[in-house]
Structures are given as structure tokens and as C-alpha cells.
């Protein structure tokens, strides 16, 4: 075996690789500079919110540590940096004939030349949760119609302002989240359900559904308007960032193997299949009736293909069992103990989260074959159980993060080189612990460890493994140009399996919606090592 790794066995040089933050999340001084409120000002100081109390108004004070937070990332040695821009520092009271703040833009126009000197590709998300509070209170917010309008203003002035220097736009960051966690579990701003001990107003049955619609048609509408007034000039790229998880049948039963894509349809498909494919699922539109808005004509066409690319922040596989009534996982219960007793992997400190590489991968696969667009995997990470108890040297020792990061860039690499999959990046969440919305800041995702009475940073060991696995990684001699334009067919996805060839002979159970693989490709496959665990009923599930 030679020491050096074979070309093949890197990522091409031009792949992008860094860490993910959002605006609200790390920048605190939320009256700096004419910031206007938006809806998690407010929010998060009401009693019961957040897990420990805590508000995003100091957060990890990166509005004025922004240096030291770039020369962090310099001293990681990344490639580009994530971010979020905050719509209230840009235009305080949010609409089309509000005035614009230009000590607002001046900051972030300060940030992205910080980046640009020291090398660093801006990666830009125009929303991350962070609604002005005047929209909400003038309309509803993401209730209202005329949502689209004013995203679209807002949207421009970023083009106009930015887009000189940002050449990777995302519209929205994980609209599942706004719609479900905002407005109908109630647990995000602006915290709307029909649970009354939750909320006072809401309609759960409703209101996710409409804030989803009006999310779709705003981010298309953004990025129409990009294709037409910036893009020949400015020559980025535009899309939207999508949160979904692998699911995966709880056994070979033809109910579970259909609850999996249920999920999926509802987890991802709600958002994606619009986008990339034209309407909303067929299993959507049963389950909801006409409580599901529908698209007319014209703006399916805008729509339909808005995205430019795959934006994918993914952090866990969940085992799904037909049942039960929660409609905002396609009426299909979740778990992580598979039927012998064991668990899928190892706990986070949030319940919703599990380490499973293997689905990681299997999500990659799917997600390229359904959609065919290139991937830019935007977040990924993972919270150690109780570090936030932990003394800092033991908390800096983070073991579980760091397996959790081993386990997915050996996927990364798999995927785009054993299955063929296009993926252009990599964002570990996040670059910091952070204010972790209804968690407070008990919940840590960081790679670097903030002291939040000092804000102090200290990496953690998992900083130092992703940094150098990217370094070893991502090849340094320059590849023709791979082109951002149509996107390569995706061919030979086969998946790994479960012990070598077994799978190949038993594929007589598919799902419904999930074509099936050329079988044959797989006997191209050298390399299925790291993932000699992969359970059977992926192979199953995926049909091959
Ligand atoms: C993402 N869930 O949110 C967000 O984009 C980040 O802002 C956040 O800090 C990060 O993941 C870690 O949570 C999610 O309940 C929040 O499944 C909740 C869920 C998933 C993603």
C-alpha cells in the first residue's frame, strides 16, 4: 500500500470546506448600530423558552469579536466560512418601503472583506430564523402573503450590496424548522400552536403548512430575481438549504419500509420535491387534504427548479415505524433502538440526535438519485452529552464529537468517490458553541469551546481532527474545472452493504418511491471497510 493516498481517494481541490454559524445564534448586541428587533429578541426572554433562561442578547459577542473569530478560522486553515446575515441590522423594520441601515450593511460588508483577505469563500444564508419583529407584528410574519414581497426587497439589497464579493447564496436555512418548530410545536419563534398551554394563538393543524408555502414561493421568487439581475454579472450561485435526516425502515415489514419514505416525504420532499421536482408529494397532499396550499401554474414555474444546487444540513438517521398521529413526521413514529434492543449509535445530549455514519451516507445517495443536483452539505454536527457540565479540559477532550466527525468524513469521501456522488462542501456545525435556540447554551455544538463569562475560545480536539482530515483530504493540485452549470447525470449509486455481496441476492422488498440501483454497478466497488456495520435494510430499503 503506498503511503500517499491515490488521487481517488481525496476530494477535488475545489471542494469547500469550513465551519456553519448563524446570525442570532453568535452575534449578541441586538441594539448595536440601529439593529431592529426581530421575533427571537423577545421570544427567548419569555418564561419557559429556553431551557436555561438565557437570551441571544450577548450570545458569543462575535459582532465585536468578529476578527478574532476570522483569525480563528484562519488558524483552522479552512477554505470559506458559513454565516447568516441578520434581515433586521440590513433593514430594521423588515419591508419593501422600510428604510435601509447602512451601519448594518456595513458590518457584514466588513465581515465578508475580512474573510476575502484572508482567503476565506464567503458562503452566505439570507435567513436564518431571524424574522424582523415588525413583520411579524404588521402581517403574521411568514403567515402573510405579502412575506414574499419583502424577502424578495430584502433579497435584492443583499444582491446589490454583497454579491459583489459573495458568490454562494442560500435563501433560506432548514424552512422545516420555521414551519414545524415555529408553528406548530411552538418551541421556535414565534412559538405559534394549538397546544394553548404552549401559545395562546395558533392553529397546528394549519398554520405550518401556509408558512411552509409562503417560504417556498419566497425563496423561488429571490432566486429568480438573482438569475435575472445579478447573476450574468456577478456570477454566483443560488439555493436553498434543506434540514433532513436518513430514515430508515425499523425492519424488512412493508409498513416500515413505507413509513421510511413517508418521512422522508414530509421531512425533506414538503420543501425539495417542489423545488427540484415540481409539486408537493402525492403523500402530503393525501395526508393533508386541502389543508395543503396547492401552486398555480405560474408559480410552479418559478419554482420548479429555483435551486441551483442541493443544500443539505443533516445530523442523524432515525428508524421509522408506521403509526401514530404526528403529522409533521408523516404520521410515522421514530426511534433509535432497532428490534434486537440495541441502539443505532451513540447518544448526543439531545434527544433527537444519534451518531449513525451509515445513514449519513445512505442520505447522500438518496438525496443526489432523487434530486440530481450537485450537494453542498451546509451542517453537521453533533452536541456531547453533558459537556456542558464538564470541567473545560475534560469538555476539550471531546471523544464522541470527534468519532461523530470521523465516522461522516469517511462517508464524505465514500460517497463522492466509491458512489459517484457530486458533493462541493462540508460545514461542520458550528464554529462555536452558540446560543442553541430553545436550548439556551446548555446544549453545545461548538468545535471550539466558548467560556461564556470570559468568551474565551478554546478548540477542542474535534476542531483538530476535522481541520487536518480536510488538509490530508482535499487534493492541493488544481483539477479542470469542474462546471457549475448542468449538473452530471448521476450514475452508479449503488450503496454499501451490510457484509460485502450479501444484499445484492435478496432486493425483492422495495419502496414504492425508490428506484432501484443497477445492481451490476456494484461489483465495482472495492472499498465497503469502513462500513461493514451497514444493516441489511438499507440495502433493503434502497432495493439493492
Ligand atoms: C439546525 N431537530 O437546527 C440549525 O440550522 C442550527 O441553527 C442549529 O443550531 C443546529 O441545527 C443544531 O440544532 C435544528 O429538532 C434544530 O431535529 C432542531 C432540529 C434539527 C435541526
Redesign the pocket.
Known amino acids: 500500500m503506498s503511503v500517499q493516498p491515490a488521487q481517488t481517494e481525496k476530494l477535488p481541490s475545489d471542494f469547500l470546506w469550513g465551519f456553519a454559524t448563524?446570525s442570532f445564534?453568535i452575534e449578541g448586541s441586538t441594539n448595536a448600530d440601529g439593529r431592529g428587533k426581530s421575533w427571537w429578541d423577545d421570544f427567548a426572554k419569555l418564561p419557559g423558552k429556553t431551557l436555561d433562561g438565557r437570551d441571544g442578547d450577548v450570545a458569543t459577542d462575535s459582532y465585536n469579536r468578529w476578527e478574532d473569530d476570522l483569525d480563528l478560522l484562519v488558524s483552522y486553515g479552512v477554505n470559506s466560512y458559513r454565516f447568516s446575515l441578520a434581515w433586521s441590522r440590513i433593514i430594521p423594520l423588515g419591508g419593501r418601503n422600510d428604510p435601509v441601515n447602512e451601519a448594518g450593511i456595513q458590518w457584514y460588508s466588513n465581515l465578508i472583506d475580512g474573510l476575502l483577505k484572508r482567503g476565506i469563500t464567503p458562503f452566505v444564508t439570507l435567513y436564518?430564523w431571524d424574522l424582523p419583529q415588525a413583520l411579524y407584528d404588521r402581517y403574521g410574519g411568514w403567515l402573510g402573503r405579502e412575506i414574499v414581497e419583502d424577502y424578495v426587497n430584502y433579497a435584492k439589497i443583499c444582491f446589490q450590496r454583497f454579491g459583489d464579493r459573495v458568490k454562494f447564496w442560500l435563501t433560506h436555512?432548514?424552512p422545516w424548522?420555521v414551519s414545524v418548530l415555529g408553528h406548530g410545536r411552538g418551541v421556535f419563534a414565534p412559538g405559534r400552536s394549538s397546544d394553548r398551554t404552549r401559545s395562546p394563538e395558533g392553529d397546528s393543524s394549519t398554520e405550518p403548512w401556509i408558512v411552509g408555502h409562503n417560504l417556498i414561493l419566497a425563496h423561488a421568487n429571490a432566486c429568480k430575481l438573482y438569475r435575472e439581475q445579478f447573476k450574468a454579472s456577478q456570477g454566483g450561485t443560488i439555493g436553498i438549504t434543506l434540514?433532513g435526516d436518513m430514515a430508515l425502515p425499523y425492519d424488512d415489514s412493508p409498513e416500515n419500509i413505507a413509513a421510511a419514505q413517508h418521512a422522508l416525504d414530509v421531512a425533506i420532499g414538503w420543501f425539495a420535491d417542489p423545488i427540484y421536482l415540481g409539486d408537493y408529494p402525492e403523500y402530503m397532499k393525501e395526508m393533508l387534504g386541502d389543508r395543503l396550499p396547492r401552486f398555480t401554474p405560474e408559480e410552479r414555474a418559478v419554482v420548479l427548479g429555483s435551486s441551483e444546487f442541493y443544500g443539505m444540513?443533516t445530523?442523524t438517521t432515525n428508524l421509522c415505524k408506521a403509526g401514530g398521529d404526528d403529522e409533521f413526521q408523516g404520521k410515522v413514529e421514530y426511534t433509535f433502538t432497532r428490534p434486537d434492543g440495541t441502539q443505532l449509535g451513540t447518544q448526543a445530549h439531545c434527544a433527537?440526535l444519534q451518531d449513525y455514519p451509515e445513514g449519513f451516507r445512505a442520505l447522500l445517495n438518496y438525496l443526489y438519485k432523487r434530486y440530481s443536483k450537485p450537494i453542498y452539505v451546509t451542517?453537521n454536527?453533533f452536541a456531547v452529552k453533558d459537556e456542558n457540565t464538564m470541567p473545560l479540559e475534560q469538555a476539550l477532550a471531546d471523544h464522541d464529537r470527534v468519532q461523530y466527525f470521523k465516522g461522516n468524513t469517511a462517508a464524505i469521501l465514500a460517497a463522492v468517490n466509491e458512489d459517484g456522488v457530486d458533493i462541493r462542501s462540508y460545514f461542520a456545525?458550528?464554529l462555536l458553541d452558540n446560543f442553541?435556540?430553545a436550548d439556551g447554551y446548555v446544549t453545545r455544538?461548538g468545535l471550539t469551546y466558548v467560556d461564556y463569562d470570559t468568551q474565551e475560545r478554546y478548540p477542542k480536539d474535534s476542531a483538530k481532527f476535522v481541520t487536518q482530515w480536510f488538509k490530508e483530504h482535499v487534493s492541493s493540485a488544481p483539477e479542470p474545472k469542474q462546471d457549475q452549470g448542468p449538473t452530471k447525470e448521476p450514475e452508479h449509486l449503488e450503496l454499501p452493504q451490510a457484509n460485502g455481496d450479501a444484499a445484492e441476492t435478496d432486493s425483492t422488498t422495495t419502496s414504492p418511491t425508490v428506484e432501484t440501483a443497477d445492481p451490476t454497478s456494484a461489483k465495482k466497488k472495492t472499498k465497503r471497510a469502513p462500513f461493514a456495520r451497514f444493516t441489511a435494510y438499507i440495502s433493503t430499503f434502497l432495493g439493492i
Do not use: D, K
Request: hydrophobic fraction near 30%; proline fraction near 0%.
Open positions: 448563524a445564534q436564518h436555512n432548514e424548522c434540514n444540513n445530523y433527537w451542517e454536527g456545525w458550528s442553541e435556540w455544538f
